[in-house]
């Protein structure tokens, strides 16, 4: 009995000799990712006014309030810096707001539209809140190197109406009536202020290529415009 417990304790202790001791794995302190750098933004100014060309042809006959429509910037527009950060080719988006459709007893179209954001050619995007306005050339600035810049205008409240006598759209006040500019006879093409004429029962047609204004009602910050691919020599 006495060898028998003898040869269990000696067992015992060689399995305890032979046994090897857990060692327990530290844990690996997470090294923080780098952060990137800020990237900086440039601020255009409210008051601030886009040149814009109609893509589609938008009427008062087959609009209807929330449809949307686009139009291309036609000259870049710059930071209160002097920095681009719209270029030319940027689309706006508008959205017809409220519309009326020409109606008997002298009553013609009149489409309201805002402007609620511009995507540039890189695919970045910006909301804003943008009015319709017309074009004054003589309120046009340009930099240094002669490339004209968005104007800083006073917003004068329009929208389209029907009128003109082409066929066309005139830029009308909202309320009264006023002078407007007719912006629907030519293709492209801005004409002058006149008198706004009434004709009875016309749509307000704003055909693709027309030219207006689209006027900043709050500032907007947004990085210094860097093409996607951009071209190495």
Known sequence: MFLALLLTIGSVDGLA???KPVLKKRPV???PSPKKPAVPLFTVESGTTMRVRMNKTLSSKTAKA???FTATV??????STGVVVIPTGSTVTGRVDTVKAARKGGHVG???VSFISVRMPNGSSRAINGSLTDLDSKSAKSDNEGTASGDKTKLRKVKFIGGGGVGGAVIGGAIGGGKGALIGGIIGGVGGLIAETQTKGEEATVKAGTEFGVYLNQAISLPRFVEANPVTP
């Open 74 to 79: 036609t000259e870049p527009v710059y930071s």
């Open 29 to 31: 302190a997470k090294q």
């Open 110 to 112: 009149e489409n309201d």
């Open 17 to 19: 000799q032979t046994r």
């Open 66 to 68: 929330g449809d949307t």
